[in-house]
């Protein structure tokens, strides 16, 4: 006998069963092949955004520590760019005569300058006669504490017998710069 023949001869009851098992078997082949891809590909879309945000906080991070790093580099630049635009012996100047040093000086000498691992150091000697210890070390301050790079490398003190409390004074400014 063949399929019709034998579902005539069935009962209501058993055909209702018989459909509805189909009906289940069908509704689970269509949830097989429809929504368990749907839904392994949404839970692998759902990582795989988690996976881009994590990325994109550490680019974000990044880019910050990029910002600082570029502002810190900006902000050298421009003090080594001011640097240059201004020589040793013109700012040396400018701070002698803020700290009223200028009349006492004898002379400003440069003493060349030397090069190494790409830092060029030049020397300037200057001899100041006839100074207030008080002038002398605001204007040394001033040396060390305005100007990236500069630091007196050499002091020699020797008292002015003509009047107390003034002093003569060489000193030996060296300049570190960038080449």
Do not use: W
């Not at 002379?107 to 001899?127: A, C, D, F, H």
């Amino acid at each position: 006998m063949d399929l019709k023949g034998r579902l005539k001869n069935l009962s209501n009851r058993e055909k209702m069963l018989i459909y509805g098992a189909a009906f289940f078997v069908l509704i689970l082949f269509i949830y097989q092949l429809v929504f368990v891809p749907l839904l392994n590909a949404r839970r692998e879309y759902e990582s795989e955004i988690r996976l881009l945000e994590a990325r994109f906080s550490e680019l974000k991070t990044v880019a910050g520590r990029y910002e600082s790093e570029k502002d810190a580099y900006d902000k050298l630049k421009r003090v080594l760019d001011r640097k240059k635009a201004l020589s040793v012996l013109t700012y040396l100047e400018n701070i002698s005569q803020r700290a009223g040093v200028r009349e006492n000086i004898e002379y400003i000498r440069p003493k060349g300058g030397t090069s190494r691992n790409g830092i060029l150091q030049s020397q300037v000697e200057m001899k100041i006669d006839a100074i207030p210890v008080q002038n002398l070390l605001q204007f040394l301050y001033e040396i060390e504490e305005n100007r990236n790079g500069l630091i007196v490398s050499y002091l020699r003190l020797k008292p002015f017998f003509k009047e107390k409390g003034k002093v003569d004074a060489i000193v030996s400014i060296t300049d570190f710069a960038l080449e």
